[in-house]
């Protein structure tokens, strides 16, 4: 049942209307029915995955808890330490083994052909692996219930006891294809008490939805046609065309990305459950560290709870600080373990992008800049220069500075290669030329009045709408609190375009979401 489709709205919008239909107490039954059969007309295999996930994670998340509950028992405060530390260590290795065990199926089915074919290449054997089904946002299932996993050994909270409960909380189907990555206090109290009919949440609910499709199919899939030839094809392109590929690239992803997650949202609000939100306009960014403040929010905190901060507090690191601090001026050596940390971060997101060295090399561009940009300050303080310009100009210029470092980045994370990026990047500096722009756009690539029909104006309003939010203003509830007749032509309007230029349209050819595997 693909998201993109209208098939899979009737699905979430009949569930809805089954959820208010049964009584508080089922009403998490009725959501978990429905994520189960949601992920099973993906296939048998698929949910198999996920419930060996599922299954897997409940019972270590047991096992931890009553470790993390340990109260020695012993006379004396010493036999009480030793028996403590004991169990600690014990806590550490069943933590270690329950997250190697969840990630290899993520290392195995997303990355093995790749590592498999890495060693052919190096070794010169012929290793094989059997190829598997990639299951669906496996990603963020396993980055969810490995957060839930260490919280329990961190007793932020305790270990789900009712199984299907727990079941819940990964499969809710909401979630599942493009995040967010929820946590475990926040979502669960939501989806087993069971909530209230709300009209403000029908509004809001409906409103983000229809937000979400009009961005997904109106900008990102008329988009995705015109980004693939260019990337596909940038060698028989002037430079201008490739950075605008890459440009255009940047923002198919952001509608496509956060307007699945806008659909999904929607969809959630209506049952009455709030999740993560996942974006906060990223391209009003202005510095690269505000704009990934913004981009994927939800993947963004758990590396820095998961693995930003047990790295900076680790032994080694701690060492290095230290050995810094002998050696350095104070201010340079307080950066080193946070930067060597955060490039470390951005390499491990670079993996997460998929497999190969495109992916790889787009970490390594991000973690570079973001490290570097720790060092600003101490390096504005040792050259005595005066404070950064927080006026208008200057902002208006990290704006521009930022999205260029973003623009540049995405040539490698959409390439199929390493060497197609550099390939591109090269033709973009060396042949810039603007003789065939125009034949390239409206006659090569397909930017037709039709599209530009449906994508201007569509970009108008994803504009106009985070430039409000950007000076403070909740349109969605701004809406809401018009008159009916204002708000009834309003969402008739969005209906109507719908209608007309997605799902009644013979011509809309859905894509699946950038993200929806990986």
């Known amino acids: 049942m693909p998201i993109t489709g209208l098939t899979f709205l009737l699905f979430a919008l009949g569930a809805v209307v089954l959820y208010y239909l049964f009584p508080k107490r089922l009403r998490q039954y009725v959501l978990l029915a429905a994520s189960i059969?949601?992920?099973?007309?993906?296939?048998?295999?698929?949910?198999?995955?996920?419930?060996?996930?599922?299954?897997?994670?409940?019972?270590?998340?047991?096992?931890?808890?009553?470790?993390?509950?340990?109260?020695?028992?012993?006379?004396?405060?010493?036999?009480?330490?030793?028996?403590?530390?004991?169990?600690?260590?014990?806590?550490?290795?069943?933590?270690?083994?329950?997250?190697?065990?969840?990630?290899?199926?993520?290392?195995l089915l997303k990355y093995g052909g790749f590592l498999v074919s890495s060693v052919n290449a190096l070794l010169s054997v012929e290793l094989t692996l059997p190829r598997f089904l990639l299951p669906l946002g496996i990603s963020f299932y396993i980055f969810q219930t490995s957060a839930y996993l260490i919280d329990i050994s961190r007793g932020k909270h305790r270990a789900e006891r009712g199984f299907l409960r727990y079941a819940l909380f990964v499969c809710y189907f909401p979630q599942m294809v493009q995040g967010p990555i929820n946590r475990f206090a926040a979502l669960q109290p939501q989806l087993t008490e069971g909530n209230d009919f709300s009209w403000d949440n029908i509004q809001h609910g409906f409103l983000r939805l229809l937000y979400g499709v009009l961005k997904k199919a109106m900008i990102a899939d008329a988009l995705a046609p015109i980004v693939a030839k260019i990337y596909g094809g940038y060698a028989s392109y002037p430079g201008i065309i490739c950075f605008l590929g890459a440009a255009l690239y940047c923002v198919q992803l952001y509608c496509d990305f956060s307007g699945g997650i806008d659909l999904m949202m929607g969809i959630s609000r209506l049952f009455g459950i709030s999740m993560q939100e996942n974006f906060c306009r990223p391209y009003f960014s202005v510095s690269l560290s505000d704009f990934w403040r913004r981009w994927h929010i939800s993947l963004g905190e758990w590396m820095k709870d998961?693995?930003?901060?047990?790295?900076?507090?680790?032994?080694?690191?701690?060492?290095?600080?230290?050995?810094?601090?002998?050696?350095?001026?104070?201010?340079?050596?307080?950066?080193?373990?946070?930067?060597?940390?955060?490039?470390?971060?951005?390499?491990?997101?670079?993996?997460?992008?998929?497999?190969?060295?495109?992916?790889?090399?787009?970490?390594?561009?991000?973690?570079?800049?973001?490290?570097?940009?720790?060092?600003?300050?101490?390096?504005?303080?040792?050259?005595?220069?005066?404070?950064?310009?927080?006026?208008?100009?200057?902002?208006?210029?990290?704006?521009?500075?930022?999205?260029?470092?973003?623009?540049?980045?995405?040539?490698?994370?959409?390439?199929?290669s390493l060497r197609s990026a550099l390939g591109m990047l090269k033709q973009t500096v060396l042949h810039f030329g603007v003789t065939r722009v125009h034949a390239a756009l409206f006659t090569e690539l397909g930017f037709s009045p039709s599209v530009l029909w449906k994508v201007v104006p569509m970009l108008g309003v994803v504009f106009a709408v985070s430039f409000a939010a950007e000076r403070g203003t909740d349109v969605a509830r701004w809406l809401c609190e018009r008159k009916w007749l204002v708000q009834f032509l309003i969402l008739f309007a969005a209906l109507l375009t719908v209608v007309l230029f997605v799902y009644g349209n013979a011509g809309y050819t859905p894509i699946a979401y950038v993200y929806e595997n990986v």
């Open 37 to 107: 059969l949601f992920y099973l007309t993906y296939g048998v295999r698929m949910a198999g995955y996920l419930a060996a996930t599922v299954l897997l994670t409940y019972l270590f998340g047991l096992w931890l808890d009553r470790l993390a509950a340990f109260r020695p028992a012993a006379e004396t405060k010493e036999e009480r330490k030793r028996l403590k530390r004991a169990n600690d260590r014990k806590k550490r290795r069943v933590l270690a083994l329950a997250l190697v065990l969840n990630f290899a199926s993520l290392v």
């Open 306 to 416: 998961y693995l930003f901060y047990p790295l900076a507090l680790s032994k080694p690191f701690g060492k290095l600080a230290q050995l810094c601090r002998r050696h350095m001026p104070l201010d340079a050596a307080k950066c080193i373990v946070p930067s060597l940390c955060t490039f470390l971060v951005f390499l491990a997101v670079g993996v997460w992008q998929g497999p190969g060295m495109a992916n790889i090399a787009y970490g390594l561009w991000n973690g570079f800049w973001m490290s570097l940009a720790m060092f600003r300050a101490p390096i504005r303080k040792h050259l005595r220069l005066s404070p950064e310009d927080p006026k208008k100009g200057a902002l208006v210029w990290g704006v521009v500075r930022t999205n260029l470092l973003v623009i540049i980045g995405r040539y490698f994370s959409n390439a199929s």
